[in-house]
């Protein structure tokens, strides 16, 4: 990607930035424990999980690990795992 | 046309030619006459532009940033304390890339507090990626906004500039300045096409937050548009001179320097009274020449060593001081010599406006050629 001058930025420009090397845990969802609530889609900041076949996914190229979707979950399907480097 | 002006009245003059389309500005000694005078050229409608009053210089420079941002022209002028105000607002501006040109008129920093001249203020933003232009005399400080505009607004370049002159020297001094016609500055000096502006058809984000992925790029990208800069000076200098005579190309000016032992390097109004100096020691047979810094920033390190190339010994004079360091010139100087063995002796002179003559200019020569630098010239032992 090529830098905007005067550190601009249009819509959109959110997708560049990606979680850096420094996240420490990542969650771990469990299909077969999910209630399919939609509680962990609807409280992730960073708006990185999403609905596939009913079942939440998350994309972890933008998960920054921060654990509220399993703090978040009724059902505790998410488990938040440290990362391997 | 030829006129004896007040340097702040030519400096407005100048700058109301400029055709900005935004002023905000707050006034502080002894930059005041400047934006006096074009609050009343808006109040009397020969200045078609928004004069913003404000409550202080922080926010005074953040309305020039959003009105630059959102595509106008924009002009300000501050001194000392007021800039140090600005201080955040500062790397701001340089960071957006945002061609705001501000007229800096130099006055000391407190405390203890001083209304009167020296550099200290606007050499203290030097690494805020803020182009710095230096006057000489009132004619030059008029001249330059001109060539502030044009090298600051060219879409190559995008930095914001401060154009320096000395506090009361230059600013509250009546000179002969020749000012040019509406005509003239319009033929060198194009309407602003901003690069990029807020606008609500197409939005854009200005100042976005950078990871540590991209952030270094960012400071290298204004870095190269400094140097850049360069190039950019010389040719609107160049322009300028074809179109009206006055030859300001040179980022340094040498002056008497092609035999010279020792060389004085200056910015700002002391040049004047240095070059009276010389002429004098010059015809006892001393062989003593100047080298004035027109653009401190970006610093023209290899025109210097070009330029003193032939010297014995270099002597700074520093209208400032790095506390706990020495002169910020006399670093620079000495960084731009370095490996050339040419001694270069730092002389800080002149703070909180304290008065140079030529017999002081003298004195600093005769220190250097014992060889005696680094040092606070002038000081009074007895209040010590």
């Not at chain 1, 999980?49 to 059902?75: H, N, Q, T, W």
């Not at chain 2, 922080?58 to 924009?74: E, I, P």
């Not at chain 2, 230059?170 to 502006?197: G, I, K, N, W």
């Not at chain 2, 020569?365 to 010239?377: C, H, R, S, T």
């Amino acid at each position: 990607m090529a830098l905007g001058v005067g550190c601009t930025a249009r819509p959109g420009r959110a997708k560049d930035n990606k979680t850096g090397s420094w996240r420490v845990f990542k969650p771990k969802f469990d299909s077969e424990k999910c209630s399919k609530c939609g509680m962990c889609i609807t409280i992730c900041p960073e708006g990185c999980i999403r609905e596939e076949d009913e079942l939440p996914v998350p994309d972890y190229d933008y998960c920054k690990g921060c654990g509220l979707c399993a703090e978040e979950c009724p059902s505790g399907a998410v488990e938040m795992q440290k990362e391997e480097k | 046309m030829m006129e004896i002006m007040e340097g702040s009245h030519a400096v407005a003059h100048a700058v109301k030619q400029c055709r900005p389309q935004v002023i905000a500005a707050y006034p502080i000694t002894p930059q005041t006459h400047i934006v006096e005078a074009l609050a009343d050229m808006v109040a009397d409608c020969h200045l078609d532009a928004e004069y913003v009053t404000v409550e202080s210089e922080f926010s005074a420079l953040s309305a020039c940033l959003g009105a630059s941002a959102a595509g106008s022209r924009v002009y300000s002028a501050t001194t000392s304390q007021g800039l140090a105000l600005m201080f955040e607002v500062c790397y701001n501006v340089a960071g957006m890339r945002l061609p705001i040109v501000m007229t800096i008129v130099n006055r000391s920093l407190g405390a203890p507090l001083s209304i009167w001249n020296d550099q200290q203020d606007s050499i203290s933003l030097r690494d805020s990626g803020w182009l710095q232009y230096y006057a000489q005399d009132n004619q030059e400080a008029t001249d330059l906004h001109y060539i502030a505009y044009k090298v600051a607004e060219d879409h190559d370049i995008l930095l914001p500039a401060f154009v320096c002159l000395d506090g009361f020297i230059l600013s509250h001094t009546y000179e002969p300045v020749e000012m040019l016609t509406q005509e003239q500055v319009d033929s060198f000096l194009p309407a602003f096409s901003p690069y990029q502006r807020l606008d609500a058809d197409d939005p854009i984000s200005f100042g976005m937050y950078a990871t540590p992925e991209y952030y270094m790029e960012f400071r290298y990208e204004i870095d190269r548009a400094m140097q850049r800069s360069k190039k950019a000076f010389s040719a609107a200098g160049k322009e300028f001179a074809d179109l009206f005579g006055r030859d300001y190309s040179a980022p340094v000016e040498g002056y008497r320097l092609d035999d010279a032992d020792t060389a004085l390097v200056a910015m700002g109004s002391i040049c004047g009274t240095a070059k009276d100096a010389i002429d004098e020691m010059r015809s006892s047979g001393r062989k003593v020449g100047l080298l004035n810094v027109r653009t401190f920033r970006p610093f023209p390190g290899p025109e210097i060593a070009k330029a003193l190339s032939g010297v014995s010994r270099v002597a700074v004079l520093d209208k400032n001081i790095s506390l706990g360091a020495k002169g910020a010139m006399g670093i620079e100087v000495k960084d731009a010599l370095y490996g050339s063995g040419i001694p270069v002796l730092d002389y800080i002179i002149a703070l909180g406006g304290r008065d140079v003559r030529k017999k002081d200019i003298a004195a600093v020569v005769d220190m250097a050629e014992k060889n005696q630098g680094d040092l606070f010239y002038g000081l009074r032992k007895e209040v010590l």
